[in-house]
């Protein structure tokens, strides 16, 4: 609906994490009239994202990440172990960034420090509105769509980015289905200090619960992704700095030399989830709001930032050409530009993950020998090494 008298954007932006700011400030340069709706909450908590190469790009299109680069620990190896002490084992696999001629895999930031950079370029765009508040209505309509938020402001725009994660108040809004499934896993996240170097690597231990990930951060800390079952990690999130920091020790091997951890812990329970449809009634979905999946390959913000890329795209292409931003048209080049991207992302994860996890003799030995096949056939490592960073439709665009 177009409600008149009240304020009329190209773009209406709803969710002020990472994709929503992105987004947000990708249209906003390109000159596309854009609101962001999204109050100002200040990321305290000590989690982190492993950016990868394309991310990266984006960032520095957007003219962030120099704001942030310094803060951030590159990751030029990635070394996976598998530790599930069963009969059939995979070999340790070495991926090394060299090998594809690149300097880094990415970078591991907090998310804080990421959010920080994000929020300061936004307020430098004189076009970009910002409403410090949350959306509490989204109505589509045949010409327009309508916000209001929970102050009382209204807003009409020609479409809605819907980047307001996994509960998303836009796609219930769109009247789009979710399917959802839950795994009986949980995953731990918490930072670390060591007293070895972790050399840039980041190290995944496959366990019979899930993968165990030590990402670097700047100097003698590492930030762990720990997948386990729901009762392990309620254990986990219950340990002193101490006691934790020496349960991850052990995981490691040692390999860190002795870990503490520290700050916060935070403990999410897994799930699958994935609309039936990314954009319908003038609203386009980016983010968690666009597809959930378990915290494996780095995968999860990495994906959301390629949805901000691809809206920003095919929005200002739509803004330049004179039509409308929100017709049927546009929304289903936006759900055509990133549906492969995310089936297939999904799909790999949820394999991946379905693999560790299975007791099944020929499925344990089938994911040993593709691993093996990883570690001795240079050209099939180099493609899973290009593909983890940037799906090839997207390389060779």
Not at 14 to 28: D, E, F, R, S, T
Not at 220 to 226: D, P, Q, Y
Not at 243 to 260: D, Y
Request: net charge neutral; charged share 20%.
């Amino acid at each position: 609906m177009n409600t008149p008298g009240f304020p009329h954007f190209d773009v209406a932006i709803v969710g002020g994490g990472p994709v929503g700011l992105a987004a947000a400030i990708g249209l906003a340069q390109n000159g596309v009239p854009t609101t962001l709706i999204a109050r100002k909450v200040a990321y305290s908590d000590n989690r982190t994202t492993a950016l990868l190469g394309g991310s990266i790009d984006f960032l520095r299109s957007l003219e962030v990440w120099p704001r942030c680069e310094q803060q951030a620990a590159a990751l030029r190896v990635m070394r996976l172990i598998d530790d599930t002490g069963r009969l059939v084992r995979a070999p340790e696999v070495r991926l090394s960034a060299h090998e594809i001629g690149e300097e880094t895999f990415g970078y591991n930031i907090e998310n804080r420090i990421l959010v920080a950079a994000l929020e300061e370029r936004a307020c430098e765009l004189t076009n970009l509105v910002r409403y410090d508040d949350d959306a509490s209505t989204i109505d589509g309509g045949d010409s327009s769509a309508g916000i209001a938020t929970k102050n009382g402001a209204h807003i009409n725009a020609a479409i809605v980015g819907g980047a307001d994660g996994r509960n998303s108040l836009a796609r219930r809004s769109a009247g789009i289905d979710l399917r959802t499934r839950t795994l009986e896993q949980a995953a731990v996240t918490f930072n670390t200090t060591h007293t070895r170097p972790h050399d840039n690597i980041s190290t995944e231990f496959h366990t019979p619960h899930g993968p165990r990930v030590f990402v670097p951060l700047p100097g003698l800390r590492s930030s762990i992704v720990w997948v386990t079952t729901p009762d392990e990690a309620a254990q986990l999130q219950s340990l002193s700095d101490d006691e934790l920091g020496l349960r991850a020790e052990r995981q490691a091997h040692s390999i860190f030399g002795k870990m503490r951890a520290e700050g916060e812990r935070h403990v999410f329970p897994l799930t699958m989830q994935s609309p039936a449809a990314l954009a319908a009634h003038r609203i386009a979905l980016l983010g968690e709001a666009a597809h959930v999946f378990p915290p494996i390959g780095a995968q999860g913000l990495n994906l959301g930032l390629r949805d901000a890329a691809d809206f920003v795209r095919v929005i200002t292409a739509a803004h330049q050409a004179g039509t409308d931003p929100g017709s049927d048209d546009v929304m289903s080049q936006y759900s055509r530009s990133r549906s492969a991207d995310i089936a297939s992302r999904t799909a790999v994860i949820d394999i991946a993950n379905r693999s560790l996890l299975s007791g099944f003799l020929p499925v344990q030995m089938m994911r040993a020998v593709g691993l093996h096949l990883l570690n001795i056939a240079d050209p099939l490592r180099r493609f899973a090494m290009r593909e983890g960073l940037a799906p090839w439709w997207r390389r060779s665009a």
